[in-house]
């Protein structure tokens, strides 16, 4: 049996660590709020700008995840694994690189319309080099995730997973992201499918 051991949530310009709100900037501009965010937490990491708002909104989530508890320090690099889905892939993205096509094509948005460049930026930023994988379904499948997440924990040398959903399109944005260990740790809930469905609908 695995454990959730914490979990972050991203909605309606509202960061979230558990039951615990870290950033609340009411905004009808999803890149004014990332921008607030990441100076309201006290980030610094300049290549977090040129970042586009899927990778902002992964990293912003992992950061707060992972502030006082490290579990590549805990498990080692090879030993955390990242599983991440969506329902909207890199369109977000898509679109902008597409508008830029018109004049000149931007290279620096063609590097992020691939959905997994999130889970790149997220291991550089933590030495992460375990199992990873990127899943597009047209809701959250808190099933697929759950087993999936369960599969990597028995058959691979994983000792914690960071799984989660993670979406933007305009300023629609919605992540839920979570921390699942072999471990149990205070106040955890067993990996369940039943158990993310709460935690993501709050």
Same mark, same amino acid.
């Given at each position: 049996? !695995?454990?959730?051991?914490?979990y972050?949530?991203?909605?309606?310009?509202?960061? @979230?660590? /558990?039951?615990?709100?870290?950033?609340?900037? +009411?905004?009808?501009?999803?890149?004014?709020?990332?921008?607030?965010a990441?100076?309201?937490?006290?980030?610094? #990491?300049?290549?977090?700008?040129?970042? &586009?708002?899927?990778?902002?909104?992964?990293?912003?989530?992992?950061?707060?995840?992972?502030?006082?508890? !490290? +579990?590549?320090?805990?498990?080692?690099?090879?030993?955390?694994?990242?599983?991440?889905? !969506?329902?909207?892939?890199?369109?977000?993205? &898509?679109?902008? #690189?597409?508008?830029?096509?018109?004049?000149?094509?931007?290279?620096?948005?063609? @590097?992020?319309?691939?959905?997994?460049?999130?889970? /790149?930026?997220?291991?550089?930023?933590?030495g992460?080099? /375990?199992?990873?994988?990127?899943?597009?379904?047209?809701?959250?499948?808190?099933?697929?995730?759950?087993?999936?997440?369960?599969?990597?924990?028995?058959?691979?040398?994983?000792?914690?997973?960071?799984? /989660?959903? @993670?979406?933007?399109?305009? !300023?629609?944005?919605? @992540?839920?992201?979570?921390?699942?260990?072999?471990?149990?740790?205070?106040?955890?809930?067993?990996?369940?499918? &039943?158990?993310?469905?709460?935690?993501?609908?709050?």
């Amino acid at each position: 049996m !695995n454990f959730i051991t914490r979990y972050c949530r991203i909605k309606d310009y509202k960061i @979230v660590l /558990g039951d615990q709100i870290l950033y609340d900037q +009411p905004s009808s501009d999803i890149d004014a709020f990332l921008n607030g965010a990441i100076k309201g937490l006290s980030v610094s #990491y300049p290549k977090f700008y040129k970042m &586009d708002r899927l990778s902002k909104l992964g990293f912003l989530a992992a950061e707060i995840l992972m502030r006082e508890y !490290n +579990p590549v320090a805990k498990y080692g690099p090879q030993g955390v694994s990242i599983i991440l889905a !969506n329902a909207h892939a890199s369109l977000d993205t &898509d679109i902008k #690189y597409f508008e830029t096509t018109r004049t000149i094509a931007s290279p620096a948005l063609f @590097v992020y319309t691939l959905t997994n460049i999130v889970i /790149g930026e997220i291991c550089i930023r933590h030495g992460i080099k /375990g199992e990873n994988a990127f899943f597009v379904s047209n809701r959250f499948d808190a099933e697929l995730l759950a087993n999936y997440v369960d599969s990597i924990m028995i058959t691979q040398k994983t000792f914690a997973c960071i799984a /989660g959903w @993670v979406d933007v399109l305009g !300023n629609d944005h919605d @992540v839920f992201l979570y921390l699942a260990e072999k471990t149990r740790e205070t106040q955890s809930s067993e990996h369940t499918s &039943d158990h993310l469905n709460e935690l993501y609908l709050g």
